[in-house]
């Protein structure tokens, strides 16, 4: 069961803190929730110290009064286990709660999140608190669906006290079983760094010089799953006392420090935190990212915007509020992709802390306000969409995320310290999203088949048996695209024998003999016209099959091939072994086209095209990024066109959109759905 399920349409509301305020606020909020047509409130994320003022003092009676407030105005409630910041009360009980830096600096009580993932104290802690919301309002009628701490790792990613050292060595421990598996994956050899006992590994604290990279790799994978330790515990004790309701927990986009393909196992409802900067004209391509992302965490359910800023937000150094219609845009765009909620941070703006000058549904200046008159029109939309709610989408393309790799990769001592993921995947998503291709990222253990075209702008780490998987995938017909420094190293960050791309050489049917990266403000041109910065290869193609599809045209690779295609199987591997950047663009055109991946839309430029389905229908949203006018023509399977849920308008021919506009159609019963295309 899901919320959705509880609470019918699309979810509308926003974190609510309502021990900010005095009691008799409560009643006016719940109020104005009901006109804005708010349907759920996230409620007591920071609220530990209130509901535990002491180590045997519990005090629910507010908190009973507030949910059965929400129950009787229609408000469904997603309550928070509360444990994302622990009192104080309990910080100088157990000062050994408090985290420590690589440096060995303790950090202090005043702010948030400050515990060490591994404390016994704090764990403890925090199942006894869990247990005690749990046991209190697992069948109260207000909820909706519980939210597991906050924002995991947002704050404290990893702690270097003793208590961590001595869980990090029981880690390993379960992880290599004897000393001598440790030493070999981690190469001890090198550096004299060789262990007789498990007793004598430390975490990775600042050290002299470069820390052993299987030892960063390793310490990576350990906060991971250290803090997912701490997750699983407080679901398994909700999963005690309330069976029936779904639990969450809110992630933060394509967040590095937590593997997010392990967590969402543990989630019924993937949820997200998205903050896109309206000070980026291209803020919201990174935010399609992201939601595809959160979109295919669990597999293309519905998931869940839990948290945006309404306005501006507090903590950039320069906070721009979204202009007029931005809001609706963005939440839109969520919807386009996947959501069947959009929640915010926060019901009402703060008076003190650190968030004062976070925007809220309900601003300061309150019902006068234009963030306001927001609010209620929006909420009046999002009304209108609810048949949409539990539809999904499917996409004909994948891209390879693995946590392993994107830790790998952006370690020390590299050719490059330019090499970071997000640049490197960047570019090949901006193309994608431009030509309204639909996405799915995968884990390099996903079942490839179905796919037209599977692309991987890097896979530095590499494991044989996932190699093996996408060997299969292009054996069996698929098209492969392989971007630069990929198949470098195994899981131990050993290199490949034979060098990159080590068991993708036969896929891909090249060799890479020299890394070349590119210095910084440099160029390489191709003879396509496209260039390189960052990184560039000298590659050796393997046997006659081989195609290059472009070189090099300058500097010491000048002649040689940059862009190979190898046919493989009944399908077809590309290798690009330099950071092209928009230059990308015309590489995946030429395999969208062979694959026969076609666009959602014949869009204009910023215009973003996507499709949800279902039993109940199939709906095109239209979003305009620009702003000026747009024209989109129905072409295609679109031509019958459908109705505008947002203004009940029958549509055909083509949709005329405003600046920041949108539509969405429910498309004619004899519009093929994403599946028929």
């Known amino acids: 069961m899901t919320p959705l399920t509880r609470v019918p349409g699309i979810l509308y509301g926003g974190d609510y803190n309502p021990e900010q305020w005095p009691e008799e606020v409560w009643a006016e909020d719940a109020a104005l929730m009901r006109e804005a047509g708010v349907t759920m409130v996230t409620v007591g994320v920071f609220s530990w110290a209130r509901i535990q003022p002491g180590p045997d003092t519990w005090d629910f009676g507010w908190l009973d009064r507030l949910m059965d407030l929400l129950h009787a105005h229609g408000v469904a409630v997603d309550l928070a286990t509360a444990t994302a910041s622990p009192p104080a009360w309990l910080i100088r009980a157990h000062p050994d709660i408090l985290p420590v830096t690589a440096d060995g600096v303790r950090l202090e009580f005043g702010s948030r999140q400050h515990y ?202 320069v906070n721009v509020p979204k202009k007029p219609g931005l809001q609706r845009l963005w939440s839109l765009q969520a919807l386009a992709r996947g959501a069947d909620g959009i929640m915010y941070f926060q019901w009402r703006a703060s008076r003190a802390g650190a968030e004062k000058y976070h925007s809220a549904l309900l601003p300061h200046r309150g019902t006068a306000s234009r963030g306001w008159r927001e609010t209620v029109r929006f909420g009046a939309e999002l009304a209108r969409l609810g048949e949409i709610a539990g539809t999904t989408s499917r996409a004909d393309v994948a891209i390879v995320l693995d946590w392993d790799s994107w830790w790998a990769l952006e370690a020390d001592d590299h050719p490059s310290a330019r090499m970071r993921w997000p640049d490197l995947l960047r570019p090949w998503y901006e193309a994608l999203h431009a030509r309204a291709v639909a996405v799915d990222f995968v884990p390099p253990h996903a079942d490839l088949d179905g796919y037209r075209a599977v692309l991987a702008p890097n896979l530095h780490l590499l494991r ?143 215009v973003e095209a996507t499709v949800r389905t279902g039993p109940q229908g199939t709906y095109l949203f239209v979003l305009n990024h620009n702003d000026h006018d747009t024209r989109t023509p129905l072409t295609g399977p679109w031509t019958t066109g459908g109705t505008d849920l947002l203004t009940g308008a029958a549509v055909r021919d083509r949709i005329d959109l405003g600046p920041l506009g949108a539509a969405v159609l429910r498309l004619t019963t004899d519009s093929p759905g994403e599946n028929d295309k």
């Open 116 to 317: 060490c993932p591994s404390s016994p104290e704090y764990r403890a802690a925090a199942l006894r608190l869990t247990r005690a919301v749990a046991e209190r309002y697992a069948h109260h009628p207000a909820l909706a669906l519980w939210h597991i701490h906050n924002e995991y790792g947002d704050h404290v990613t990893e702690c270097f006290c003793a208590r961590s050292a001595d869980h990090f060595r029981s880690w390993l421990t379960d992880r290599y079983g004897t000393i001598d598996g440790l030493n070999h994956a981690w190469g001890t050899a090198f550096w004299s760094q060789h262990y007789s006992t498990y007793d004598e590994i430390e975490p990775p604290r600042t050290a002299p010089g470069p820390v052993n990279p299987t030892q960063l790799l390793d310490w990576r994978r350990f906060c991971s799953d250290a803090l997912l330790e701490c997750h699983r515990a407080e679901r398994e004790v909700l999963r005690e006392t309330g069976p029936d309701t779904p639990a969450t927990t809110n992630f933060m986009s394509m967040f590095k420090a937590l593997d997010y393909w392990k967590w969402a196992e543990h989630e019924d409802l993937v949820s997200d935190d998205a903050y896109p900067d309206p000070a980026d004209p291209r803020a919201h391509v990174r935010a399609a990212l992201n939601y595809d992302l959160m979109r295919s965490l669990k597999g293309g359910r519905p998931w869940l915007l839990l948290e945006q800023a309404p306005s501006a937000v507090s903590w950039r150094p």
């Open 464 to 606: 044989p048996r996932n190699a093996a998987r996408i060997a299969a995938y292009v054996r069996g017909g698929g098209h492969f695209v392989c971007g630069p420094f990929s198949g470098v190293v195994d899981g131990h960050d050993h290199i490949h024998d034979g060098g990159a791309p080590g068991p993708l050489r036969d896929v891909l049917g090249v060799s890479v003999d020299e890394f070349w990266p590119i210095p910084d403000g440099e160029e390489v041109r191709l003879a396509s016209g496209a260039g390189a910065t960052t990184w560039s290869e000298w590659i050796e193609p393997e046997g006659p099959d081989t195609e290059t599809v472009d070189t090099y045209t300058c500097g010491e690779l000048t002649g040689r091939p940059a862009v190979t295609r190898h046919p493989y199987g009944t399908g077809i591997a590309w290798y690009v072994s330099a950071h092209l950047d928009t230059g990308i663009a015309a590489v995946l055109d030429e395999v969208l086209r062979a694959a026969g991946a076609r666009p959602v839309l014949d869009a204009p430029r910023g």
